[in-house]
T-cell receptor, first 114, second 110 residues
Framework: GAGVSQSPSNKVTEKGKDVELRCDPISGHTALYWYRQRLGQGLEFLIYFQGNSAPDKSGLPSDRFSAERTGESVSTLTIQRTQQEDSAVYLC????????????FGSGTRLTVV | DAKTTQPTSMDCAEGRAANLPCNHSTISGNEYVYWYRQIHSQGPQYIIHGLKNNETNEMASLIITEDRKSSTLILPHATLRDTAVYYCIVLTDSSYKLIFGSGTRLLVRP
């Protein structure tokens, strides 16, 4: 597709359940990023993937959060045992390697934990 | 990466120029200034970036002071669709981690 695609666009889940969020980057973009944005707040960096290199997981807030990426394609962000404070918009972005101006963001997944 | 300081909010009239300032007094010689914006309910969008020379593209102009300690993003003829949060970010060309601060919330008034 022409842009970064994220699914689902909205997700409501019960506290304690696991959720999986998906990101389809732009074809050819080797770098992929996940960010979290709580209501009224700025973007928080979560994790970065670049090709076959080890991902930068320094932004993951707890061990309940994990992410995977298959090669240079789809990525999934998994949140286990969701808590209410996990409620946020989760944004994915992709780019060519080291092209900071080439970040393209998806529209995000709005996660609500009830 | 150097930190930036931006006003919390600004407003301007539709059709007028919007000038958004950013202070980055601790910027290093190899750090670029990037501007992104986030329109409500959308992901951030790249606007422009520069090192030390002024830059212009179809969206905006970027004016960087000679000492590089501050810059101004200029939207020459603001429209209602330019209402958004504008983020000023500094990082090296080899960095990959965009760190978003609080940004400036720009309101364009009819």
């Amino acid at each position: 597709g022409a842009g970064v695609s994220q699914s689902p666009s909205n997700k409501v889940t019960e506290k304690g359940k696991d959720v999986e969020l998906r990101c389809d980057p732009i074809s050819g973009h080797t770098a992929l990023y996940w960010y979290r944005q709580r209501l009224g707040q700025g973007l928080e960096f979560l994790i970065y993937f670049q090709g076959n290199s080890a991902p930068d997981k320094s932004g993951l807030p707890s061990d309940r959060f994990s992410a995977e990426r298959t090669g240079e394609s789809v990525s999934t962000l998994t949140i286990q045992r969701t808590q209410q404070e996990d409620s946020a918009v989760y944004l994915c972005a992709s780019s060519f390697f080291r092209e900071n101006y080439g970040y393209t963001f998806g529209s995000g997944t709005r996660l609500t934990v009830v | 990466d150097a930190k930036t300081t931006q006003p919390t909010s600004m407003d301007c009239a539709e059709g007028r120029a919007a000038n958004l300032p950013c202070n980055h007094s601790t910027i290093s010689g190899n750090e670029y200034v990037y501007w992104y914006r986030q329109i409500h309910s959308q992901g951030p969008q790249y606007i422009i970036h520069g090192l030390k020379n002024n830059e212009t593209n179809e969206m905006a102009s970027l004016i960087i002071t000679e000492d590089r300690k501050s810059s101004t993003l200029i939207l020459p003829h603001a429209t209602l669709r330019d209402t958004a949060v504008y983020y000023c970010i500094v990082l090296t060309d080899s960095s990959y981690k965009l760190i978003f601060g609080s940004g400036t919330r720009l309101l364009v008034r009819p």
